[in-house]
């Protein structure tokens, strides 16, 4: 059942959480609910609801006394571990959906087509577009989402959801603009996987994903400055 205040409070959230991976606001800064609520002209009940929610995506935090404050970029081993976890579940809905190939090549290749198309728009802008940087990390999502669409197991997926809400904390770290998107390497990699997959050879993809989640993590981790190089 999906009530007009459920919509209300989904619109919140989403106004709120592209806030916080925009980098609009420092972490440790405190959101008031008063203030978020004039700020959307909404009431306080839907900007709370919304609050608690995004809780659990570890974007915000609860402190006695503070309230809900933006919580820090995560850290490099945080970094570290969500991608590991990332990896084996990746792995193992690819392995299952790869049993689809042909559904499978079919939308790897029409997300890889839009999420290229998106980073090219990027290049050419000559200013920062949050709207645009927001829809190519939509567009990279979906490229991975189309293993777990076709492996065919909800639970699989819904283990992808709850990582899936801890990704948009490392958002917050490529927050300093379109010449930090790591565009050039993602699509390169989006592409050996999806060369690998239209030859039909199950492990060069496996192995493609994994150099690919490798790259994420170490320019991730560069960018939150845990890097040696
Ligand atoms: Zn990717």
Redesign the pocket.
Known sequence: MTSKRQVLRADVQEGIQNRLVQGNWRPGSRLSIDGLARELEVSPTPVREALVALERSGLIEYQALKGFVVAPPLTPEQIDELIDARGLLEGAAFTRAFAHWDALVEDLRRAHAEHSAIADRIAAADEPDYALIHEYFDA?AT??EAFFQHAGNHYLASMREVLNTHGHRMRQTWSEGPEQIDSAE?IG??AEILARVSEHNHDGALDALRR?LEG?RVRSTRLAGGAEQ
């Open positions: 990279d490229f991975h993602a990699e989006h690919h994420v």
